[in-house]
Structures are given as C-alpha cells and as structure tokens.
C-alpha cells in the first residue's frame, strides 16, 4: 500500500503507472501454490528464443 501511495504522492501519469497493475495478483494471492506448470514455463523460453531464430533464419535478417 505505501508504494501505492507513493506513486499517487508523486502523480506520475507516464508509463509507471503499469506498474500499479502488478499489485492486482498480489492483492487476489490466496496463499495457495498454483499448478505446476513448471516445466512448461522453462520450456517456453529456449523455445520461443528457437522459433524466432528459424524465422529470422528463414526470412534472411
């Protein structure tokens, strides 16, 4: 809430104020451990960086 406060305090009206966005899951966290989508998030990565690669390669960049 003092972060809040603070950004209001300061009426920054530029891109900072999406910041405020990331207290929303914050605030709606139950306590409770997700899914374990573990291994689909470190898979994601190394494979979307792969898939811009092949496109790059094939466009000719």
Same mark, same amino acid.
Request: glycine share 14%; charged share 10%; proline share 3%.
């Given at each position: /809430? !003092? !972060?809040? !406060?603070?950004? #209001? !305090? /300061? *009426?920054? /009206?530029? $891109?900072?104020? +999406?910041?405020?966005?990331?207290?929303?899951? #914050?605030?709606?966290?139950? =306590? @409770? *451990?997700?899914?374990?989508? @573990?291994?689909? +998030?470190?898979?994601?990565?190394?494979?979307?960086?792969?898939? &811009?690669?092949? &496109? @790059?390669?094939? $466009? =000719?960049?």
């Amino acid at each position: /809430m !003092a !972060a809040i !406060a603070y950004h #209001v !305090a /300061m *009426r920054n /009206m530029g $891109i900072y104020w +999406f910041g405020l966005l990331g207290f929303i899951p #914050v605030l709606l966290y139950n =306590g @409770k *451990r997700g899914k374990g989508l @573990k291994w689909l +998030f470190y898979t994601f990565y190394p494979g979307h960086l792969l898939l &811009i690669w092949i &496109i @790059k390669t094939l $466009i =000719g960049l």
